[in-house]
C-alpha cells in the first residue's frame, strides 16, 4: 500500500473581497508602509507590529483569513500576525523560512505579468521543496519547486517551514501584500 509520509498542504483560494474593500486596503497598508519602512525595501519594516491592531479593515481581513485556515486546514489559530509588503520596480523577496506553524500571502493589488511557459517570472512566489535545498535526487513526478503566479484577491496558506522566496517584481504600479504568521492550537 502507498503511503504519503510527507505531503504539504497548500490552500490557495481568492477571498472574496470587493474591488472597493480592496482599494481601502491598499490606501491603508501603503500608509502603513510609508510610515514603518524607511528604508524602502519589503523586508526593511522597522517593528514586528502586526497591522490586525492598526485597524478593524485589518482586523476583518485577518479574521476571514483565520477563518479560512481553519476551515481548510481543520486547526484552530491561536495566534496571527501580519504585516505589509510592498515592492516597486526591481523589488524581490529573499528566500526565507518563518518560524511560525503557518505562513499566508495576500495579495490585494499588483501588476506582475508572470510567463513561465517564456521563463518571465514577473513577481511570482516560489515554495521550495525539501528536495532541492536537502538532497540531489526525487522521484519521477516529484516538484522540486512550486510557482505561484500573484493576482488581486489571492491567499495563499502553506507552511511555515517551507523555504518561499519572491521573484524580482517588474510591475509598473507596487505589488501591495499582508504576509502572514500564524500559531495553531
Known amino acids: ?3 504519503l509520509l510527507f505531503p504539504t498542504p497548500v490552500v490557495r483560494t481568492q477571498l ?3 474591488n472597493e474593500e480592496r482599494q481601502d486596503l491598499k490606501e491603508k497598508t ?4 510609508g510610515d514603518l519602512n524607511p528604508d524602502r525595501k519589503p523586508w526593511s519594516r522597522s517593528t514586528r507590529e502586526s497591522l490586525e491592531s492598526m485597524d478593524p479593515a485589518f482586523a ?4 476571514r483569513i483565520k477563518a479560512v485556515t481553519s476551515e481548510a486546514f481543520g ?3 491561536a495566534s496571527i500576525t501580519g ?3 510592498v515592492q516597486f520596480k526591481g523589488d524581490f523577496v529573499p528566500p526565507h523560512v518563518e518560524s511560525a506553524h503557518l505562513s499566508a500571502i495576500y495579495w490585494i493589488d499588483g501588476d506582475a505579468h508572470p510567463d513561465s511557459e517564456r521563463g518571465e517570472y514577473d513577481g511570482a512566489l516560489v515554495l521550495q521543496s525539501p528536495i532541492g535545498p536537502y538532497g ?3 522521484l519521477p513526478g516529484e516538484k522540486r519547486v512550486s510557482m505561484i503566479n500573484p493576482q488581486p484577491d489571492l491567499l495563499l496558506v502553506f507552511p511555515s517551514h517551507l523555504l518561499h522566496f519572491g521573484h524580482v517584481y517588474l510591475g509598473e504600479r507596487p505589488s501591495v501584500e499582508i504576509h502572514i504568521e500564524m500559531e495553531v492550537l
Open 83 to 85: 504585516r505589509e509588503v
Open 30 to 33: 501603503l500608509a502603513v508602509y
Open 1 to 3: 500500500m502507498m503511503q
Open 136 to 138: 540531489s535526487k526525487a
Open 16 to 18: 472574496g473581497l470587493t
Open 60 to 63: 476583518d481581513l485577518f479574521a
Open 75 to 77: 486547526i484552530g489559530i
